[in-house]
């Protein structure tokens, strides 16, 4: 059974960096799609950043040179680092993993994930 659990949320003022970690267990990264999503009330899940089998990361066009995804394969856990938050990034962040290794970046849609965390928030206020 794979188990994801996010932490590290919190609130924070515009400018200002947060960390997100997501720990697994029954599951290894180089095993399928991993990464990183996100929703705000009313909206759909989106990507925001995800890692594939070989470690290649993959980015969503408005978080890019702000975000850096990362894993430590020793401590089954896969982070968030988020700088220069914005107010626009405040959201339910979530951890999802798949076994399906194809088409792995940061459009790849929420459906076609079957594994998730119960999220953290994250909150940027201006």
């Known amino acids: 059974q794979v188990y994801l659990v996010e932490s590290g949320g919190g609130s924070v003022q515009a400018g200002e960096s947060l960390r997100l970690s997501c720990t697994y267990s029954g599951y290894t990264t180089s095993s399928g799609c991993t990464g990183w999503f996100r929703q705000t009330p009313g909206k759909e899940r989106e990507g925001v950043a995800v890692i594939d089998y070989n470690g290649v990361p993959s980015y969503a066009g408005d978080v890019k040179g702000r975000f850096v995804i990362s894993e430590d394969n020793a401590k089954n856990t896969l982070y968030l680092q988020m700088n220069n938050l914005r107010p626009e990034d405040t959201a339910m962040y979530y951890c999802?993993?798949?076994?399906?290794?194809?088409?792995?970046?940061?459009?790849?849609?929420?459906?076609?994930?079957?594994?998730w965390g119960r999220g953290t928030q994250v909150t940027a206020s201006s």
């Open positions: 999802a993993a798949d076994y399906t290794k194809w088409g792995c970046t940061a459009i790849r849609g929420a459906g076609s994930f079957v594994y």
